[in-house]
């Protein structure tokens, strides 16, 4: 069964830093990895989605990269921002149309 | 605007109930999914629907009921067999096939009084 795990659990940073948030997966046949965040109380917003035959994607400050023979992605932030405060979450998708395996999320905290 | 809508936001539900939340959406997507989120825990599958009138269990399907009669919607009933309902509910939808785009809803937040 598909595990996902995400360091650190939470982090807390000055604005303007550039900043790594790690995802693992213990089954490397996935169809794709999706990055989300997630506000308090909020739903969740998609901001970048990796097919597993592509190493890469980007979005504005975001960057999402994936190995997918090491099981492992990251999530990299630049220049972070107040706003960018949320809880991250990580989700793999093992192509078989029964939903997304999510990690617990890393909790971030951009301090102004 | 496409996306997806839940509601209500907020639900109370007394012991015993059997309550309904909704969800619709309009962004044509054969899939849609309902997941349960707990503090400290990631986000656990209950039904999901590839077509109308089909659905499965998730990991988590005990205590719940869905019905798909029609492609934008996929309502779940959280009824007495489930003993722990107080959650945070989300509803989500893609094209089907697990290996598009996952979009989900604002969320509904129960809770057993």
New interface residues.
Partial sequence: KQEVTQIPAALSVPEGENLVLNCSFTDSAIYNLQWFRQDPGKGLTSLLLIQSSQREQTSGRLNASLDKSSGRSTLYIAASQPGDSATYLCAVSGGGADGLTFGKGTHLIIQP | DGG?T?SPKYLFRKEGQNVTLSCEQNLNHD?M?W?RQDP????R?IY?S?IVNDF?K?DIAEGYSVSREKKESFPLTVTSAQKNPTA?Y?C?SDF????????????T?LTVV
């Fill in positions: 997806i839940q899939a999914y997941y400290g825990q990631g986000l599958l999901y590839q499965q998730g945070f989300l989500a089907s096939g697990g290996n598009t785009e996952a979009f989900f809803g604002q969320g937040r």
